[in-house]
């Protein structure tokens, strides 16, 4: 059974930073690129940033590129996102996902094959 577990959301002041992560199992962790994206209610999977399996290729959404940073850690099973310098657009549910092309760091959410439940940021002015 697979899961990818995220943690590290929560309520932040704008100008702030966060970390979250995403705990993978069930897959072999490191033939997976993994990705981050956020939804608002209603509304479409909107990507963030992606990793290929090696961590060696990264890939970012223009509205975060410089603020946040995706990294993993594969003896942990592991992903993470920082995002610094936080504004209150960036409020929303944050989903890890992972995709078995593990190569490809991709930004069309529907091309990913697992997803986690996903964590709320919320940044306040």
């Known amino acids: 059974q697979v899961q990818l577990v995220e943690s590290g959301g929560g309520l932040v002041q704008a100008g702030g930073s966060l970390r979250l992560s995403c705990a993978a199992s069930g897959i072999t962790f490191s033939q997976y690129a993994m990705g981050w994206f956020r939804q608002a209610s209603g509304k479409d999977y909107e990507f963030v940033a992606a990793?290929?399996?090696?961590?060696?290729?990264?890939y970012y959404a223009a509205s975060v590129k410089g603020r946040f940073t995706i990294t993993r850690d594969n003896a942990k099973n592991t992903v993470y996102l920082q995002m610094n310098s936080l504004k209150a657009d960036v409020t929303d549910v944050y989903y890890c996902?992972?995709?078995?092309?593990?190569?490809?760091?991709?930004?069309?959410?529907?091309?990913?094959?697992?997803w986690g439940q996903g964590t709320q940021v919320t940044v306040s002015t």
């Open positions: 996902a992972a995709d078995s092309t593990g190569w490809s760091t991709k930004r069309a959410w529907n091309e990913y094959n697992y």
């Open positions: 990793i290929m399996w090696s961590g060696r290729s990264t």
